[in-house]
């Protein structure tokens, strides 16, 4: 992990930038069903990156959206 942001209208809702261009999406409220221990170490969404060499220094999510 290279960088993370939270949500700014979701605040436990981290976006974190990997070493092979990845962005991985964290929920951290827990789900029913799923054991707290395991909450914040399963991403809800991995996006890979087309392109394995780059790595994500920086994040922003969008306020639009």
Do not use: M
Not at 14 to 37: F, M, Q, R, V
Not at 41 to 58: A, K, N, W, Y
């Amino acid at each position: 992990i290279f960088t993370c942001r939270w949500s700014p209208s979701r605040p436990l809702v981290l976006a974190a930038g990997t070493e092979h261009g990845g962005t991985l999406i964290y929920d951290l409220e827990p789900k029913e069903g799923t054991p707290a221990s395991l909450v914040p170490s399963i991403p809800v969404q991995e996006l890979p990156s087309s392109d394995r060499r780059s790595s994500i220094l920086s994040l922003e999510f969008n306020p639009k959206t």
